[in-house]
């Protein structure tokens, strides 16, 4: 009795250790998310002032649509595969969560009591990888902007090469939805496949 007990022991602290690392990663994973757009967004701001005191100090303005052109281009990238990054981060972040869900299950098993005072579910299908909302959380919202804004811009200025001005300015202008449309599908693409995944290891489903 006394060796079952021990050996029940050890295995909650192994647990309460393994629910405490996942809550440090969760945690250092918002950060860097949230850093990783930050610096974007620093960078963004950089490279647009960068680019007018290049202009200023080389007198550059005979190549003025090509240079816009791309530097708003290699924002526009770097955006998209920061926008990339976001969302792995996100699920993994779900997926941790999860995981100290399993772990909540096992003392609330071990002990019924403890039920009603769980603050989240002991299950580790919750929560659900969404699309819903994700570009709407404020970091994410201005990632998107900028991505369609940079895109945009590239757009206009290659577009100003070979047409009327009305042309590629009302084209330029068409394409920033276009371009959020397009991140909006990516992200719930790539969101519900993710939840799709992540299904197939779920061994305790909430009631």
């Not at 610096?39 to 649509?65: C, K, P, Q």
């Not at 992540?198 to 061994?203: A, G, K, L, Y």
Request: proline residues 2%; positive net charge.
């Amino acid at each position: 009795m006394a060796t079952k007990l021990k050996d029940e022991t050890r295995s909650a602290d192994f647990l309460l250790a393994e629910f405490d690392a996942l809550q440090k990663r969760v945690i250092s994973l918002e950060q860097v998310k949230a850093n990783r757009i930050n610096y974007f967004m620093i960078l963004t701001s950089a490279v647009v002032a960068g680019v007018a005191a290049l202009f200023d100090a080389l007198n550059a303005y005979s190549y003025f649509t090509l240079i816009i052109a791309g530097v708003a281009l290699l924002l526009g990238v770097i955006g998209l595969i920061t926008l990339d990054y976001s969302l792995n981060d996100s699920v993994t972040i779900v997926f941790f969560l999860r995981m100290a869900g399993r772990i909540r299950r096992y003392f609330v098993d071990k002990d019924k009591n403890l039920t009603p005072y769980v603050a989240f579910e002991p299950n580790d299908d919750r929560p659900r990888i969404r699309a819903e909302g994700f570009s709407f959380r404020g970091s994410e919202r201005i990632l998107l902007i900028i991505n369609c804004v940079s895109l945009s811009v590239c757009t206009l200025a290659v577009l100003a090469q070979f047409f009327h001005w009305f042309i590629y300015v009302s084209t330029a202008i068409l394409f920033m939805p276009i371009i959020w449309f397009f991140q909006q599908f990516y992200i719930k693409k790539k969101l519900t496949n993710s939840q799709k995944g992540t299904s197939t290891i779920v061994r305790f489903k909430s009631p």
